[in-house]
């Protein structure tokens, strides 16, 4: 009895112990840190990872493949079903496969980045994605920060803390340059114009548009370093979650 007694008692003991399972919702336009805050938040509090944006990135990069034509919305349609996403949350490191092979990679390409927007706004491919995050959100034990554009509005409308990261033109084209390499290293007005089209695109898309959540927190991070901006969401974070804990 007495050992029934302290293991109960151990397991009460360490739920007020562990922290409180928490959803992040991180959106924002590219070129504003969402990727790289988003990890390394997980990364400080022990949470999972998922990055939306490389699944889009991986469905179109099955389009392409499969010779399906991106700006054919129906074709696209008829074949959003068929690839099979898989998505790693570790923060530490992120995977993503397309049928059984590694995708980290070739979704990265020029060629997928120009497509993408146009494979992203059609409406069975968003409801399948949808569908997958939600899963995959519902899993993580201790919470997750999910990156994207339409997390806090349509993926996790519930989530427990939603941000919304901003930056100039300006200073997201600069940062856009610098991950480019080789040949496909654009100047920057190149790259400025095209973030601009892209969030364009997506912002005026009919299904799930790039926009802020009513009750999200905004962080312009075109004056903040990374660590700052890191130092800002993780302290949201831990804010929400104290309150979490105490409701």
Do not use: H
Request: net charge negative.
């Amino acid at each position: 009895m007495s050992d029934t007694v302290n293991n109960v008692g151990n397991a009460v003991t360490a739920a007020r112990i562990a922290p409180a399972a928490v959803v992040v919702g991180i959106d924002g336009p590219s070129g504003t840190g969402k990727s790289s805050t988003s990890k390394a938040v997980a990364a400080k509090l022990g949470l999972r990872y998922l990055d939306t944006g490389a699944q889009y990135r991986a469905i179109t990069w099955w389009m392409l493949s499969n010779g399906i034509d991106v700006n054919d919305a129906a074709a696209v349609a008829d074949a959003a079903g068929k690839p099979e996403i898989v998505s790693g949350t570790d923060p530490s490191a992120p995977t993503i496969s397309v049928d059984g092979a590694d995708a980290a990679a070739p979704i990265r390409t020029q060629e997928v980045t120009s497509a993408v927007s146009a494979v992203s706004a059609v409406p069975e491919v968003r409801t399948r994605l949808t569908e997958l995050q939600r899963a995959i959100a519902a899993e993580a034990p201790l919470g997750i920060v999910v990156e994207g554009r339409d997390i806090g509005t349509t993926v996790l409308p519930d989530a427990d803390l939603k941000i919304f990261l901003t930056a100039s033109a300006e200073a997201r084209a600069a940062r856009r340059s610098g991950e480019l390499k080789g040949k496909e290293a654009t100047d920057l007005a190149a790259t400025r114009a095209a973030l601009i089209k892209r969030d364009a695109a997506d912002s005026g898309r009919k299904t799930s548009p790039l926009a802020k959540a009513d009750d999200a927190v905004e962080v312009d991070t075109t004056d903040l370093t990374l660590d700052q901006v890191i130092e800002c969401v993780v302290t949201l974070v831990e804010e929400r979650r104290s309150g979490t804990e105490s409701a």
